[in-house]
């Protein structure tokens, strides 16, 4: 079974640009999330996908953080316009449902922006 | 609202020891939320290691324990003989339960296993 894939797996940006990053969930799956990693942090929840419908849109990422899922199969991540404090591994996960179902995770993207 | 809140890292113990990561949470919106614990060893992605959906059970996957005690809300890991494979981040989760979307991980435990 394919798992959850995400690309790139490293980017690099300029402070000031816009940049797209993708994910395929599990085949069937019902929810797809967008987290942020930081070291500080940890995992940050950036978007919340249920049966395509935008459940939970960050709330303090909502302004240059921009989630979509075209179809069932594929979401992207927009950063616009990007900044340092943006670097950090984004994960994309997927589940069959909420709470009591577990997220398959991607292996993440790492984003350094200069 | 909810967080969880784990045993600061980094972590190193010697192989065939015993390991204890501790794990807290706070559920403000649901009484028994359902507590995980996920894994990320070197060069993978992250991954379930176990999961307990009712207060009082206990979890168990590859040697590792975690037993869901609601009267001190606690979630801890426990291994009795941990192997150089265990080296790993390993991070506890509280999701809120069917109908609700939120999924709290605490910052992750870096543990390292000497041979």
């Known amino acids: 079974d394919a798992g959850v894939t995400q690309t790139p797996r490293h980017e690099v940006a300029e402070k000031g640009q816009t940049i797209i990053l993708k994910c395929e969930p599990v085949?069937?799956?019902?929810?797809l999330f967008w987290y942020r990693q930081t070291k500080i942090q940890g995992l940050e929840l950036l978007s919340y996908?249920?049966?395509?419908?935008?459940m939970e849109d960050g709330g303090a990422f909502k302004d240059r953080f921009k989630a979509e899922m075209l179809n069932s199969s594929f979401s992207t991540l927009k950063i616009q316009p990007t900044e340092p404090k943006d670097s950090a591994v984004y994960l994309c996960a997927s589940s069959w449902g909420t709470g009591t179902y577990e997220q398959y995770f991607g292996p993440g993207t790492r984003l350094t922006v200069l | 609202g909810d967080s969880v809140t784990q045993t600061e890292g980094p972590v190193t113990v010697s192989e065939s020891e015993s390991l204890i990561i501790n794990c807290t949470y706070s559920?403000?919106?649901?009484?028994?939320?359902?507590l995980f614990w996920y894994v990320r060893y070197p060069g993978e992605g992250l991954q379930l290691l176990l999961k307990?959906?009712?207060?009082?059970q206990k979890g168990s996957s590859r040697g590792f324990e975690a037993t869901y005690n609601k009267e001190t809300t606690s979630f801890h890991l426990q291994k009795a003989s941990v192997q150089e494979s265990d080296s790993a981040v390993y991070y506890c989760?509280?999701?809120?339960?069917?109908?609700?979307?939120?999924?709290?991980f605490g910052k992750g435990t870096s543990l390292t296993v000497i041979p």
């Open positions: 989760a509280l999701g809120e339960g069917p109908g609700y979307q939120n999924f709290y």
């Open positions: 996908f249920r049966s395509k419908s935008l």
């Open positions: 307990v959906i009712t207060a009082g």
């Open positions: 085949s069937g799956h019902n929810d």
């Open positions: 559920a403000t919106s649901i009484a028994y939320p359902n």
